[in-house]
């Protein structure tokens, strides 16, 4: 399984975060049609627009059959992967600590050897 990043207008929201503002502060996750990939979207201006680029990196590759599985406002995504990258867990809480712990725990109920591989906050996360 690969994660994909989608980090649009990458520039601009780091300029946004980096002068106090939250205006990129959306994600969304997607997974393939076999959950053999996610693909993520994060520092959007709203839900919509992330589901629509993590979406569309999905059928990029899949065609049909992609699905969302959470889109968020604020918060921090951590995704984790087992080392055979076969398994992935993902969570989405309120801090960078819990976000990490509990997508690892997800992803742990499928594999013993699962680390995270990404993880990205969001407006209010810390």
């Not at 649009?8 to 393939?32: F, H, K, P």
């Not at 979207?41 to 590759?61: E, L, R, V």
């Not at 995704?79 to 993902?90: P, V």
Request: net charge neutral; hydrophobic share 40%.
């Amino acid at each position: 399984m690969k994660i994909k990043q989608i980090f649009a207008s990458a520039i601009c929201g780091l300029v946004l975060v980096g002068a106090g503002g939250s205006a990129w502060a959306a994600g969304a996750v997607v997974v393939a049609p076999d959950n053999s990939d996610v693909f993520t979207s994060t520092n959007q201006t709203d839900a919509n627009t992330a589901i629509t680029a993590a979406m569309a990196a999905c059928t990029t590759k899949f065609g049909v059959g992609c699905k969302l599985i959470q889109s968020y406002d604020t918060g921090c995504l951590g995704i984790a992967r087992s080392d055979d990258m076969r398994h992935w867990g993902y969570a989405v809480r309120s801090s960078r600590r819990d976000a990490r712990y509990a997508a690892i725990g997800n992803c742990s109920k499928f594999s013993s050897d699962c680390h995270v591989d990404s993880l990205v906050c969001e407006g209010g996360g810390d």
